[in-house]
């Protein structure tokens, strides 16, 4: 498996570039990094600790303090040969170091070593003699007797010592280490003996440094890999926001690629989606120009013969007054040519309509009661006075003080002036027309039923200026429907409402 990624990942110059070989490569540089830190390290601390701390004048001072601390020791608890066990304590105490003492040029006190075999040594066990020779042959000839309990030289006696490291040093090397330094008179209750210390301190120092030097190396590689993650997640959001305000705000915002990897590739196709999708809208607008172009010419091409044909029927009708038949033939045509002038009239607002993105319309804020009482009052009053019995009812509406409706005014106005002109051509005089008007606190909904024509003058309605208004309240109003039920018809109409911050702010 691991030898299909390589294979996979080395594939082509393409793969060089890619995230795989950016974390490979990032993961050679920081192992290299951390084994050059940690190599330096350890050289370093090994170089000190042999310079300085090693260095026979503070190995003496580190000696002599261990000798001080272990005559005030005995001092103060007035220790006599017979207290080994309280000497081993001591000595157990201090971990990096050895201590061994004579009495009359024989070994004394000498805890027992764990061997580089881990196998205890030097002594028979608990309380009872041990033989030591030392490497010089002065200390150690012949039985001495140990007093206390596996204290001087017994299988327990390593127990004295806890947690101690030798270094790997056999029994007899530290031994004769102990010897080799200065001898220190230790003076007891009764009597005085003679001292050899070994210092081992240099061992924890140079745990200390490999400590230290591999928690660096970890760090370095972690640093390493963790900047080629951070800087991997940096273009990741930088992506995810061109994309955002692309989707959301600005088309227009370019999608610059970085690198030649995965996520350049996922750049680069998205950079060439927005191109695709501008070429999309341009092409679109061009279309819909063409056709607002079109419909204008032809608005014009057949509102003027209309416009001609109508003055010559008027023109008929004044010369053939007093021909009955002529007269009537005469209306009939009048009333289809005007239809047909409406019904053009209509398909070009509905063309229009739908051909307008709604790029020229500018929402304002206007007071809400004054707009509405405005855009129905008139409408009102006219169709009342055209013969229609209008019943207003307004006692669900509730408008609060100070508030607006943000939208186009003049579009708006378009919507109510189709919803009343569908009143005169569709409506029935006789049954009235029922207007409602409802809610306040965040929207205001406008309501028409009437009861719809069934005589032989109307014709059947094809809902084009109702389309209309639909369309163009997807730009300035929150909802436009309409549906019949039965032989009524009901149109409806809702706006959106509230009250401004700064108006919030003045009332409290």
Known sequence: MIKDFFKKLFRGKRYYGSLYFGLIKNLVVGILLALAFYMFISLGSDYFIRKYYLDEQYSKERRDVYAEELQGFITDNSLSSLD??????????HRHMYLMICKDDKLFFAPDITDTDNSPSGGSGEGGTGSTDTPDGEVGE???????SGAAAGGDGAGKYPGYTDGGLSREEIIAEALANDMYDIVLEDGTLIAAVADYSENFHYAVATAIAISVAVFVLTFVLFKYMRDVIKRIKRLENDIKIVSRYDINHRIIAEGQDELARLSDNAEN??????DTIRKEREAIEANNNLVTAVSHDIRTPLTVLLGYIEMMKGEAKDDELMQSYLSSTEKTAMRLKNLADDMFKYLLAFGDTGEGIVREEYDASTLLEQMLSEHILLLSESGYEVELDESKLNIPEGTVVKTDAENLMRIIDNVFSNLYKYADIGSGVKIRLSGGEERVVFECENKIRTDDFV?????????????????????????????????????????????EDGKK
Do not use: Q
Request: aromatic fraction near 8%.
């Open 142 to 148: 012949g039985d001495t007797p140990v007093s206390g």
């Open 273 to 278: 989606m927005r191109c695709s999708i501008l």
């Open 84 to 93: 080994t066990d309280k000497i081993a304590e001591w000595a157990g105490e």
């Open 459 to 503: 014709a059947e309605s094809n809902h084009i200026g109702l389309k209309t208004s639909e369309r163009l309240a997807s730009f300035v109003a929150e909802e436009f429907s309409y549906r019949r039920d039965g032989e009524r018809f009901i149109t409806r109409l809702v706006l959106r409402v509230y009250i401004p911050e700064s108006a």
